[in-house]
Structure formats: C-alpha cells, structure tokens
C-alpha cells in the first residue's frame, strides 16, 4: 500500500517561532499534495494543495505568508508555520495523490500535532 | 467550506449491532470516500465510490450513494469494540480533485 510520512509527529514551540512540518509519500510519486488542519472534535479542513514544483493553492481564509508550502519533489511537501501563535495550535495532517486520475484516492499522513505556548 | 453534513454527530451502540451514518452533500462529484480516525490519529481510508455506482461493499462495510438525493450512507455490520472512532466522508468534486470533509460521526461501540 501507499504509504505517507509526516515529520514531526508533535511539536511544542513558543509563540513567534516558526514550525516546519515535513510530508512525504514514501513509496510513490505523488502529483499532488494537501494540507489540513483539523481543531479538537472538529472535521478536516483543507489549506491548501500543492503541485510539484509550482506555487501552493490556498483555500480562502487562510494565509499564504503564515503558512508556507514548499513542494520540492515529488515525495516532499513542507508546511512552515510562520510566527506561530497559540491559535495556531491544531494538528495538521498531510496527503498525498498518486496519479492524475481522479478516481485515486488521497493517503494520509498520521498528523502533527503543534502546540504553541 | 465544509460541504458534508453527517448525521447522526454521535452514535452509540452495543457490540454486535449495525450501525449506519449518513452524509449529504451539495455539488457534483467524482466520488465519495469514507475514512475512519481515532482519536489524535490520522486517516484511515475505508472505501470509495464513484458516482457512476450506488453501491460498494468491503468485509463488514456497506456504502451507498443517491446522487439524486446527493447523499451516502456508511453500515458496518456485526460492529466491535474496535470500530470506535470517528468516521468521515469526504467528497471529490468534478471542478477538481481535492476533498471536502463532513462534519464526521463519532462512533462507541460498548462491549
């Protein structure tokens, strides 16, 4: 099966530092990749999608300078929280598609969790 | 924006029963998946059925989907006390490929 990654699986950091997240598709190339954050007893909602090599889509609402998505490869996405805050306290979880189909289905990564003091 | 609306929120039954959850959605799709998450954990995808089908079945899962109605519904038969946790469905529309999440149902099932 489909296996993504995501580094690190909790983070703790103080408020005004910024955060990288790491998401990787380990045995597969994924063409797209998706962020989501999800806050406590609530559902997933979408950030943003990144394609490889270009420029993040975001959802609106959210902001592209606070949340920076870097999709250097083909098994790499980054998420960095810019100057985070305690509202920005959530767990973020990643996704990877494979293929260009749109029958094939997202695999997720097992989430961050970030705390922010 | 959350185009998903699940019911019930919350859901318990005994160990043994069915249980069924239901989703509604708003605009055309390409597909509809369920995916189960227990808590603080990531995603686990459960099914997934294209809009030209209605239903789908994987050992103890039944789904259904009425794109008529613009609604699916996830069964899990004979449930355990393993099958607690909350369950999402998740639509792709046609203008793209990424997912719209419901509001999930949070699952007990007691022993």
């Known amino acids: 099966g489909a296996v993504v990654s995501q580094h690190p699986s909790w983070v703790i950091c103080k408020s005004g530092t910024s955060v990288k997240i790491e998401c990787r598709s380990l045995?597969?190339?994924?063409?797209?990749m998706f962020w989501y954050r999800q806050f406590p007893k609530q559902s997933l909602m979408l950030m943003a999608t990144?394609?490889?090599?270009?420029?993040?889509?975001?959802e609106q609402g959210v902001e592209k300078d606070k949340f920076l998505i870097n999709h250097a490869s083909l098994t790499l996405s980054t998420l960095t929280v810019t100057s985070a805050h305690p509202e920005d306290s959530s767990f973020y979880i990643c996704?990877?598609?494979?293929?260009?189909?749109?029958?094939?289905?997202?695999?997720f990564g097992p989430g961050t969790r970030l705390t922010v003091l | 924006s959350q185009q998903g609306e699940e019911d019930p929120q919350a859901l318990s039954i005994q160990e043994g029963e069915n249980a069924t959850m239901n989703c509604s959605y708003k605009?055309?799709?390409?597909?509809l998946q369920w995916y189960r998450q227990n808590s603080g954990r990531g995603l686990v995808h459960l099914i997934l059925?294209?809009?030209?089908?209605r239903e789908k079945h994987s050992g103890r899962l039944r789904v259904t989907l009425d794109t008529s109605k613009k609604s699916s519904s996830l069964l899990i038969t004979a449930s355990r006390a393993a099958d607690t946790a909350s369950y999402f469905c998740?639509?792709?529309?046609?203008?793209?490929?990424?997912?719209?999440f419901g509001e999930g149902t949070q699952l007990t099932v007691n022993p």
């Open positions: 605009t055309s799709i390409n597909n």
């Open positions: 990144s394609n490889e090599g270009s420029k993040a889509t975001y």
């Open positions: 059925i294209r809009s030209n089908e």
């Open positions: 998740a639509t792709e529309e046609t203008s793209g490929s990424r997912l719209t």
């Open positions: 045995d597969f190339q994924a063409t797209t």
């Open positions: 996704s990877a598609k494979r293929g260009f189909l749109s029958y094939n289905e997202q695999f």
